[in-house]
């Protein structure tokens, strides 16, 4: 199974720059290893934001019944 997500990770990692930079230039290894990062940093971003979620939403709405309440 691991070895199934990993293969599954590059493959969207490798696939998606190559839709902007040919594979055969010098710096496609360099925009690929950016993409990486930022695909990990959202997947990461998403598993930390999933325990507050509730909380973000209570404080979304008492400062937007907030707002309209001021008007």
């Not at 590059?10 to 290894?29: D, G, K, N, R, W």
């Not at 940093?41 to 507050?52: D, G």
């Amino acid at each position: 199974m691991p070895h199934w997500i990993s293969e599954w990770i590059l493959a969207i990692v490798t696939y998606v720059p190559a839709l902007f930079v040919p594979e055969e230039t010098p710096s496609f290894m360099l925009i690929r290893t950016m993409f990486g990062l930022l695909f990990i940093t959202l997947i990461v971003y998403l598993i930390a934001l999933r325990p507050f979620r509730a909380a973000i939403a209570h404080v979304v709405s008492k400062a937007s019944s907030f707002v309209t309440r001021k008007k």
